[in-house]
């Protein structure tokens, strides 16, 4: 970067930042306020579509290896309770499930039905809303934000090179990319603080700007995936309380057995890491939540992968949930128990399983979330997910 600093040069790379000015925490005095609980909330979007019924698979139902002849003949995973068994590329997480620190929820979808466009099961998973239409702009962690009193920017942060909706919202919130890369001297520094010092919210750009690439972990190398786990470490041993951010990759339409373990080494990468970097203390006040917006076909194709379904695979992971089991209501792959004869049957709404966590994390009312934060939702019985 030259010497030469203007506005417009300075928000073109402030953009790599993803600095937010309405959400700047320097709108307010830099005082990285912490939410009214002390535990962490993780959530990661696992965009394309995830293959549950590959992550955990039925290997105890009779009607799995037919469906599956050539997926099913992979290379077998570790046993999970003598009927599921876990992908082999997970295996390295095989310690925190015996922990009870690693668990899931099978046959989970949103209420999107039958379009099977990713586009649509994004925005409808991020917004938590039970249709697409409404004119519903903001997501589901912002509204859970929005009930808190004194969030600041910094208690929570969208992570990431791509939107996140289910950040979006009237509640202050912090915003970082793995490729944020700010470097001035000192002297441009100085002019920048200048040419900014009568302008509050360039100004508070700019050290949001700093601080983020300061703090962050771009010098420590490594794929863009450790990064991300390293800063969302970095911020959740301080005061951030919550962290949501993407993994793509999970689109398998061909090739899945050599697609899906390399984006589960990955997921079970960051996972490691986030553990590690963030320390058994707040590991042990940790939810983590992998999410992704819709299931894929009970039978493979013919080129070696599945085609977008509808029931779907929630993974949980933290000293602060109840790992070890596979929850929810398994309806089975068997003649006549799939959706549309073609889907693995869902036989929960996402979001309930997502909401008791919060709820249990938070403290909030269930009506709060029932009414406000995803609305229209029966959560059900509670399926004591947390401890």
């Known amino acids: 970067m030259t010497d030469q600093f203007t506005r417009r040069g300075f928000l073109g ?12 925490p320097l709108l307010t ?17 696992l965009r394309g579509g995830m293959d549950g019924l590959d992550v955990v698979r039925p ?71 039970e249709r697409l239409s409404g004119g519903v702009r903001d997501g589901w962690l912002n509204r859970m934000l929005q009930e808190v009193p004194d969030i600041r920017a910094d ?25 944020a890369n700010l470097k001035l001297s ?3 520094q100085r002019l920048a603080e200048l040419v900014m010092e009568e302008d509050p919210e360039m100004h508070a750009a700019l050290a949001e700007a700093e601080m983020l690439s300061a703090e962050g972990p771009n010098k420590t190398g490594g794929q863009s995936h450790m990064k991300v786990a390293r800063f969302v470490a970095s911020r959740l041993r301080g005061s ?25 080494e990955r997921l079970a990468q960051t996972i490691s890491t986030l553990k590690s970097d963030l320390g058994e203390q707040v590991w042990g006040k940790t939810a983590l939540i992998a999410m992704t917006e819709f299931g894929r076909t009970a039978r493979e194709n013919g080129t070696g992968g599945t085609d977008h379904g509808t029931g779907g695979l929630m993974l949980m992971a933290g000293g602060a949930v109840r790992g070890g089991q ?20 869902p036989t929960q709404d996402v979001r309930a399983p997502a909401a008791w966590i919060m709820r249990g994390l938070t403290g909030l009312d269930r009506s709060v979330f029932e009414r406000r934060i995803f609305p ?9 997910l947390l401890p």
């Open 240 to 264: 951030a309380r919550v962290a949501a951010f993407s993994l793509n990759g999970w689109d398998t339409h061909r090739s899945q057995e050599r697609v899906l373990s390399r984006s589960l």
């Open 376 to 384: 229209g939702l029966d959560m059900g019985n509670d399926p004591n």
């Open 326 to 345: 596979v929850h929810g209501r398994w309806p089975g792959v068997g003649a006549g128990a799939l959706y549309q004869e073609r889907d693995l049957m």
């Open 155 to 179: 208690t929570a942060f969208a992570i990431g090179n791509n939107d996140l909706r289910l950040l979006n919202g009237d509640a202050p919130v912090a915003n970082w990319t793995p490729d």
């Open 13 to 24: 790379k402030a953009g790599l930042l993803g600095c937010s000015l309405a959400a700047s």
């Open 59 to 129: 290997t105890g139902d009779p009607a799995y290896a037919a469906l599956r002849p050539g997926l099913s003949a992979s290379e077998r995973g570790p046993d999970l309770d003598g009927y599921f068994t876990l992908h082999p590329a997970l295996a390295t997480l095989m310690p925190l499930w015996r922990r009870q620190q690693l668990g899931f929820v099978h046959a989970v979808s949103t209420p999107y039905r039958n379009k099977r466009s990713h586009f649509d099961g994004q925005d409808m998973l991020e917004a938590g809303t």
């Open 186 to 188: 000192a002297q441009t």
């Open 29 to 45: 005095p830099v005082t990285l306020a912490s939410a009214p609980w002390d535990t962490r909330l993780i959530v990661i979007i």
